[in-house]
């Protein structure tokens, strides 16, 4: 059974920074596509940043050159560090593993429970 769980959310003042974790279980997430999309009610799941299994990242318009997704294989971990938090970043963040097979066609899709970012002063 594939599990994600994140952790790190919180209240910050504008321009300060976090550190979301999301620690998997029941999946590598190196031979994943670990992701962190965001939602706030009555609005759509927007990606905010993916890593693929090799490591190329890529990231929502609205984060480029303030977040950065990482990961600790080691750890079986991703995160997602924010900086420079704007208000408009409040949400709900929630991670996703993604598996592809060899043509590249999605097999499996999981998401976490998601943790509250609130940028507030």
């Known amino acids: 059974q594939v599990q994600l769980v994140e952790s790190g959310g919180g209240l910050v003042q504008p321009g300060g920074s976090l550190r979301l974790s999301c620690a998997a279980t029941?999946?590598?997430?190196?031979?994943?596509?670990m992701g962190w999309y965001r939602q706030n009610p009555g609005k759509q799941r927007e990606l905010v940043a993916a890593?693929?299994?090799?490591?190329?990242?890529n990231y929502g318009d609205s984060v480029k050159g303030r977040f950065t997704i990482s990961r600790d294989n080691a750890k079986n971990t991703v995160y997602l560090q924010m900086n420079s938090l704007k208000v408009e970043d409040t949400a709900v963040y929630h991670c996703?593993?993604?598996?592809?097979?060899?043509?590249?066609?999605?097999?499996?899709?999981?998401w976490g429970q998601g943790t509250q970012v609130t940028v507030s002063s």
């Open positions: 029941g999946i590598i997430t190196s031979n994943a596509v």
């Open positions: 996703n593993a993604k598996k592809y097979d060899n043509r590249m066609v999605m097999r499996a899709d999981y």
């Open positions: 890593i693929t299994s090799g490591g190329v990242a």
